[in-house]
């Protein structure tokens, strides 16, 4: 299994290209299946989740190419997956390949709408909390499925197709506002999502959608109104820059000190981090290639945050921030208000020498002068960059284990890094 070595203390400075999002491509090629033609995507990552996704597409009978590269493409560039799901062999959805990755129930949704059938397993336990489906359960039964639970998997049909309703979330749900969207997409008649889910990739999902024939009015505000329509056409939709990886680089760079310019990225998908970060001390700024980052000289100043739906302070970056948090001159606080469980990263963090209590969703955490490096390890994905980012600081070495977290969402971390002068490095076995 292959580990991340870092030896901390030098600081970044340089270029990152920001590749796009993770969890804007998943619904993305979810939503191929909604159609017969071929849906195109262009600036997909190169990750394991995405991997995953087109093996899991594979088994429904969805047909993929990667296009191959174009003039003046590399590696480095994101590739274009043109997804075909003209023929639906199976409209069931096994347990071994959605454990593998959460977002993979979200099949259920288009399956239902398009065939009048699915069969998807439950996705079980997971590191970050409970994250139930019962949300997902209710916005399709509001269009008119029926819907059985039975040995591990959610059995949902709609003979006669589904039919326009009104769905009230009680809770934000990023993935329940994906789920209502590519139901509704194909529903008869027009529904109302109340308490929608404000994120970009919602936004950038919608996109795609009304891009395909989609009839969808009020994507990013809590309130979204669709009008069904009978089928849905072939379409070309670039995903948006990943906001997370954003964030994450950002980060990096307000701990280790230096000055890097993140490019493809757009500072309104995360204006609530790079406030954190300025008051923090952080110099950020709008550029035309992205956003530029500088940290040179100063301390980092301590900032009590609370992680909340967007706009608010994503939860995908509380760990980061809690790394950033341990060398800060003062005692910060931070609250986790979306998952219960998503504090993992505190035991590892420990082992690098900071300082921090928790006290139910709060951790309160004494910024230290110094971290010195360790062997550590998490169970997440923004855990583990968590750890990355503290080694980033740390004095001496520190092993990353498991890393086929970063993997599932982090394209090149370590190539990418050491662009900027970090010493990092990838040890094979
Ligand atoms: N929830 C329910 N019932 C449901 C669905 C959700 O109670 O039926 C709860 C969850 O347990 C959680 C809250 O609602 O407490 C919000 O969950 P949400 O549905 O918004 O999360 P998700 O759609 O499963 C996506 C991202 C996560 C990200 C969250 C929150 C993808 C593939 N995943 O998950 O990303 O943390 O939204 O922003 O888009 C990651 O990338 O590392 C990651 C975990």
Same mark, same amino acid.
């Given at each position: ?11 970044? $400075? ?8 993770? $969890? ?53 560039? *994101? ?30 949704? +288009? ?21 139930? &489906? ?30 326009? !309703? ?8 990023? !993935? ?15 529904? %109302? ?45 670039? %995903? ?15 701990? @280790? ?6 490019? $493809?990225? =757009? ?5 609530? #981090? ?6 923090? *001390? ?12 500088? =940290? ?9 945050? @609370?992680?909340?739906?967007? +706009? ?69 994905? =923004?855990?583990?960059?968590?750890? &990355?980012?503290?080694?980033?600081? #740390? ?35």
């Amino acid at each position: 299994m292959d580990r991340i070595r870092i030896r901390g203390g030098a600081p970044l $400075n340089g270029t990152i290209p920001i590749s796009g999002a993770k $969890n804007a491509a998943l619904p993305l090629m979810i939503a191929s299946l909604l159609t017969e033609d071929t849906l195109e995507l262009v600036n997909v990552p190169r990750l394991a989740d995405i991997s995953s996704l087109l093996r899991i597409l594979s088994n429904h009978g969805v047909d993929h190419t990667i296009a191959g590269k174009r003039p003046g493409q590399t590696t480095e560039t *994101g590739q274009t997956i043109r997804l075909s799901a003209k023929t639906i062999i199976d409209t069931t959805a096994p347990y071994e390949l959605v454990s593998t990755m959460r977002a993979s129930f979200w099949v259920v949704a +288009p399956l239902l709408a398009r065939l009048g059938e699915a069969k998807v397993s439950m996705p079980g336990g997971c590191a970050i909390g409970t994250r139930p &489906v019962d949300l997902l359960i209710m916005a399709l039964e509001r269009l008119g499925a029926q819907i059985e639970i039975d040995a591990g998997y959610v059995l949902a049909k709609a003979p006669r197709g589904l039919k326009g !309703g009104e769905i009230a979330f009680p809770k934000v749900t990023v !993935g329940g506002t994906h789920v209502a969207l590519m139901a509704a997409a194909l529903a008869d008649g027009t529904t %109302v999502i109340e308490n929608a889910a404000r994120e970009p990739e919602v936004v950038d999902l919608a996109a795609c959608l009304s891009k395909m024939g989609a009839r969808i009015e009020g994507a990013g505000s809590a309130r979204i109104v669709v009008d069904g329509v009978s089928r849905l056409h072939g379409a070309t939709h670039e %995903v948006l820059p990943d906001r997370i990886e954003t964030g994450t680089y950002a980060m990096a760079v307000a701990m @280790t000190g230096g000055e890097v310019t993140l490019e $493809n990225t =757009r500072p309104e998908l995360l204006e609530s #981090a790079l406030d954190v970060l300025r008051q923090a *001390g952080v110099e950020v700024s709008a550029v035309n290639e992205g956003i530029r980052i500088r =940290r040179n000289g100063g301390g980092i100043a301590p900032v009590d945050v @609370t992680t909340d739906p967007f +706009p608010g302070f994503p939860t995908d970056l509380q760990a980061q921030f809690m790394a950033l948090m341990t060398r800060a001159a003062g005692t910060s606080r931070i609250r986790e208000t979306i998952f219960e469980n998503r504090f993992m990263h505190v035991q590892e963090l420990a082992r690098l020498g900071a300082r921090i209590q928790l006290d139910g969703e709060t951790a309160t955490i004494e910024g230290v002068d110094r971290l010195k490096g360790a062997p550590v390890m998490a169970t997440d994905l =923004r855990a583990s960059v968590s750890l &990355v980012i503290a080694a980033l600081a #740390a004095e001496g070495e520190t092993m990353v284990n498991r890393v086929y977290h970063l993997d599932r969402g982090f394209e090149r971390l370590e190539d990418k890094l050491a662009r900027c002068g970090a010493a990092i490095e990838r040890v094979s076995g």
